[in-house]
């Protein structure tokens, strides 16, 4: 992605570009996701256009229409069957992105001879190498496959795109964050700061994000402060009590992760402040489960480390080359939030991006 944002901001003749980083960062997670998850190039960087990245984009259309229909269907799921453009898009995302599950897992089976061979690193070829020798309980059918490919690919890049792009718009809000955070990455990886190693391989590779607990804490913050996915449902399998309410069994309940996460009654009176630094001085009333951002328990997000080291990784490869400052020609994009699937903002989140010097 710094590639080839130094090729656009080149053909200026300037250090200096506005980027829509919403965007870019989710052409970089749809091919991260790609890559590492199911071993394949979607190439969503070099080409924008790519259908599964088309595809995507159409699911999180934010037109009136787009929000209508998809308001109503929460309640009457009828709705999807109306003749109209909205669901005709859906219709046309769904039907790309099964296409390209469904090759995936076929372009995997057709190498399944040499696949016992292959050192398999991502987690479609773990799967269809593991079903080799699998039992009958264990063993997968290709659609089941196909499903893990759509969730991997759904669940797996836009979320990590959108916090990505938020915790950007945080950084750009609070100058003095971004330079301590650039501080300590220059301090653990020097070798990012020069052009001649900053793509060594054996140096890139020798590099633990894990090491660094300012990083650490900025992520946090950001993850808590603004949830990409900030509510989910769930429904009680019998009655219960909760804070005192009778609660009877099959009652959907509304987990909002975007209030808890900010609840004075859990974080203080500060909850309402992005402060990295709240991390290395939590008050008593803290718990675990205050942070709901991927949830909690057997049912939370399997791919919160991926994500988190995903994280980690992208904001090292920029700030080591980039500052960010807020771009003065858009609306502030926190005020814009808009949740449909994930809660991002309307336009994107524009910031201007120059070259470290
Ligand atoms: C910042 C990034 C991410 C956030 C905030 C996030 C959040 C969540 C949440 C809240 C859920 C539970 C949804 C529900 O049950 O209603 C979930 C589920 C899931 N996530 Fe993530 N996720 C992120 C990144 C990822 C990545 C990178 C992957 C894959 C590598 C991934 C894979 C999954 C899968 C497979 C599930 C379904 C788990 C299940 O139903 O048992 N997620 N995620």
Not at 9 to 38: H, P, Y
Request: one cysteine or more; aromatic letters at 8%; charged letters at 25%.
């Amino acid at each position: 992605m710094s590639n080839l944002w130094n090729i656009e901001m080149n053909k200026q003749n300037s250090n200096t570009k506005c980027f829509e980083v919403l965007d870019w960062l989710n052409r970089t997670t749809l091919d991260i996701i790609g890559r590492a998850g199911l071993g394949t190039d979607i190439d969503s960087l070099t080409n924008p256009e790519a259908p599964l990245r088309d595809a995507y984009r159409r699911c999180f259309e934010f037109d009136i229409q787009a929000r209508v229909i998809n308001g109503l269907a929460a309640f009457t799921p009828l709705v999807r069957l109306l003749p109209v453009r909205a669901n005709r898009d859906m219709a046309k995302a769904r039907s790309i992105i099964l296409d390209h599950a469904t090759r995936i897992i076929y372009n995997k089976a057709s190498t399944e001879e040499e696949s016992s061979k292959v050192h398999h690193k991502d987690i479609i070829g773990l799967i269809v190498k593991n079903n080799l020798t699998a039992s009958k309980e264990d063993f997968l059918t290709v659609e089941t496959m196909r499903d893990q490919v759509m969730t991997f690919l759904g669940a797996g890049h836009d979320t990590t795109a959108t916090t990505a792009a938020w915790t950007l718009l945080l950084l750009a809000k609070n100058p003095e964050i971004q330079g301590r955070l650039r501080n300590e990455i220059r301090s653990h990886m020097p070798f990012l700061f020069d052009a001649d190693t900053r793509e060594d391989v054996s140096k890139v590779n020798h590099a633990d994000v894990d090491l660094l607990p300012y990083l650490e804490d900025v992520c946090k913050e950001s993850l808590r402060y603004i949830p990409s996915i900030p509510m989910t449902v769930r429904k009680t399998i019998e009655d219960d009590t909760l804070g005192g309410y009778f609660v009877p069994g099959g009652t959907t309940i509304y987990l909002m992760a975007n209030c808890i996460n900010r609840l004075p009654t859990y974080w203080g009176d500060t909850a309402n402040t992005f402060d990295p630094t709240r991390w290395k001085n939590l008050p008593d009333t803290y718990t675990t489960n205050a942070f709901m951002t991927f949830l909690q328990g057997p049912r939370g997000c399997v791919g919160r480390k991926f994500a988190e080291v995903e994280m980690k990784t992208i904001l090292c490869a920029l700030l080591s080359k980039y500052t960010f400052e807020l771009d003065a020609n858009v609306q502030d994009p926190e005020e814009l939030k808009m949740w449909r699937l994930v809660l991002r903002p309307r336009d994107g989140v524009s910031l201007k991006v120059s070259l470290l010097n």
